[in-house]
């Protein structure tokens, strides 16, 4: 059956709103901290262009992420409401949904393969529909691909620049302006390692969280097609074989009834015919008894046989 996963969206909504504000909580509070960890030595422009770059992928997958959510919240109110038409019992339940609504074009395919009086294969349209999704997941699998790529990238960047001070510093010992070049090469290393690390870890969370959502969602589709949408064109599929078997059935009801009466026509010209036999004997009989009468009468009243002329 359907489950209520609108909430869960929304609850993973919040995680995201809260994880963003206490982060942002955390700078603000700790700015001078955080300007002093990214911006200590003079490499720190270097670390601020790098952890910068690594806190822009995050937040382009992040908001990717959301507009995700969003999506799917949507896709399950169309759900929602398509249930709540099915149970109504309208006609098109599918009237007045976005048409781009998932449900909608599995209501349409499954329509098409009806109307041309061939086999759904559920199957093929969940891989379908699964497929078709895949491809929403482009830039947050590449982001969540690439996130620990950019620390390390950041890293190896920030230890190139140490080592490009350890070099001036063998060249010039005296100088000093090297070794801080060498300690704020090492201190971006450590510092982009660690916000990708972090920024690794939420979105990876979120990742799974969505990934779990879009599976829930499948799940809810091919669940309505099996229990709303399937029943209703196998019914108008199967309603011609149904109907000619009823009308079989009830010729075969109409043969036997034409039959019974039929014997009955049969048995009625047979008492009719013995009753016309009857009738017959009747009549002869009366015509003896008849002539009887007329003889006793002609004896009693001695009345001549042949009346004079």
Known sequence: MLK???TRYYLTLLQMLVVLFL???VVLMNK????QFFYATQAGQLGLVLNGIILMIFLIGLVRMILMFLSFTREQDMLQRFIKRVAESAPNPVYGLANAAMIVDRYHAVQTIARQHADVNQAALASTLAAGMSTQFTLVRFVHNILILSGVFGTVVSLSI?????AGLLDSPENMQQMGTIIGGMSNALST?????VCYVFFAYFHLRLQDARTQLLVNIENVTTLYIMPRFQHAENSLMHDVAVLAAELRRSAEAIHLIQDRFLHAGERLQLAADDLQ???????DNIKVIRDSIREGFRLDEQPKG
């Open 281 to 287: 004997v009747a009549v002869s009989q009366s015509g």
């Open 32 to 35: 001078e901290h955080v300007a």
């Open 162 to 166: 140490a080592l490009m001070g350890a």
């Open 4 to 6: 209520p996963i609108k």
């Open 193 to 197: 390692t660690i916000t990708a690390i």
């Open 23 to 25: 982060l942002g909580f």
